[in-house]
């Protein structure tokens, strides 16, 4: 318990981002409060809790399980909630034909964002990059920055405010269920391989005093907080997904009872007009 509470991170600048993120979402929105912010405030606190909470403090060279539900926070839960707070918008002009053309192009390619998103988990489970990023505090702040900007990315063709952008929801289904394929084979892999996939966790500097307490009293070997890891990535991943999966079957259902009605609409006013 007195670790639970000693090892919260008050970092100044997630502090920062989480206060000016909400104050520019309620300042453009006229401070005027919809439905939509609750999307942004779940993610803004999912933010804080992310790198603030004691998940980042047993993430940071304790346990490679903490460290992977960071990652699966940063990639599969903050994007989507964040996104999902943002109004339903025409692509702007400086997107189209301006000089963020390139980015439009990037957003309007599902293959590129879906590289993008499950790419991003398994480039940064590579074993030189995993231990970089947990030795080394610059790697570990650009690992955050592009799991987040990754996220972005896979989830914009799914729930993005571009219409345009957005697949179909039988694509959008295919796209996430191979999403799911792709993270569960790397938490197969994960989860049975001998511990070398970030071999930093094997002898943690134990900078909080807390070694004792993870491996004694929680029972986590590195061999067992490895396999923890690789259940994380495998199962609650892919539930991630599902739920996405399931919301497009919803939109699916949607679409076609609205077809129907405006198809029944348009041929009753056909008979009455004749």
């Known amino acids: 318990r007195q670790f639970l509470i000693s090892a919260w991170n008050w970092n100044p600048w997630v502090i920062a981002i989480c206060v000016a993120t909400v104050l520019i979402y309620s300042a453009r ?14 993610g803004t606190i999912m933010f ?11 993430a940071d060279g304790y346990l490679f399980s903490a460290h992977m539900v960071q990652h699966l926070l940063l990639l599969l839960i903050i994007p989507p ?6 109004p339903s918008t025409p692509v702007p002009a400086s997107f189209q034909n301006g000089r963020w053309k390139w980015l439009n192009w990037i957003l309007r390619h599902p293959l590129a964002n879906w590289f993008f998103g499950v790419g991003g988990m398994w480039l940064w489970h590579a074993p030189m990059l995993c231990n970089a990023a947990v030795a080394n505090a610059w790697v570990h702040r650009l690992q955050y920055v592009s799991l987040l900007l990754m996220g972005f ?17 039988l694509a959008g289904i295919i796209y ?8 569960t084979v790397l938490g197969i892999i994960i989860t049975f391989s001998p511990v070398e996939v970030c071999s930093i966790y094997l002898h943690p500097l134990d900078r909080l005093g807390i070694l ?5 009293q929680w029972g986590l070997t590195p061999a067992k907080d490895q396999q923890l890891g690789g259940l994380l990535m495998w199962v609650p991943a892919c539930l991630i997904y599902f739920c996405g999966i399931f919301g497009l079957f919803a939109r699916w259902h949607g679409e076609t009872g609205d077809k129907e009605i405006i198809a029944e609409s348009q041929s009753t006013k056909t008979i009455m007009e004749k």
């Open 176 to 183: 996430l269920f191979t999403g799911c394929v792709g993270c």
């Open 212 to 216: 004792p307490l993870i491996q004694n």
């Open 153 to 169: 990315a896979f989830w914009w063709p799914i729930i993005g405010p571009w219409h345009r952008h957005r697949l179909s929801p």
């Open 29 to 42: 929105n006229h401070f005027r409060f919809s439905r939509k912010i609750g999307w942004l405030l779940a």
């Open 48 to 58: 804080f809790l992310t790198l603030a909470s004691p998940i980042d403090a047993l």
């Open 81 to 86: 909630l964040i996104l999902l707070s943002l």
